[in-house]
């Protein structure tokens, strides 16, 4: 079975931090999917980094090739209406959500996957809603 990897799994693969190599290792024996919205947040996050003076934009360009390429023919989940739709339920129903991640537990929901992610709060809520929860 397929895994719904969160935006937090991609940049952690594609951006050395202290969860890379426990991410790399994971994804190498793990058989994944991701939503056009994850790849949306993930260049919103690096484009974040550069405007906080975090992360060159040179080096954000080259983070955005690394992850088209890793990308190559990989299957993605288009998001649909039916998902922002349940996104909003899920963040009225839960404080600790925030609307990005909702998103995401949304889409796992719909296509009934388990959610790979390294957020904390998002895990809870997504246990809570329901969803088997992975952390690398």
Request: no cysteine; aromatic share 4%; proline share 2%.
């Amino acid at each position: 079975m397929k895994t719904y990897l969160d935006t937090s799994i991609l940049v952690s693969a594609i951006h050395l931090d202290d969860h890379s190599s426990r991410v790399t290792a994971w994804l190498a024996s793990t058989d994944v999917i991701w939503s056009r919205w994850a790849l949306t947040e993930i260049s919103s996050a690096l484009a974040v980094q550069v405007r906080m003076g975090r992360l060159a934009d040179k080096a954000r360009r080259g983070l955005e090739i690394r992850l088209d390429a890793w990308l190559g023919g990989r299957e993605v989940i288009d998001v649909l209406n039916e998902d922002v739709v349940l996104a909003r339920d899920l963040v009225r129903g839960d404080v600790r959500l925030r609307a990005p991640d909702a998103l995401h537990l949304a889409i796992a929901l719909r296509e009934g996957l388990p959610l790979a992610t390294l957020d904390r709060d998002m895990a809870a809520a997504a246990r809570d809603a329901g969803l088997v929860v992975l952390t690398p």
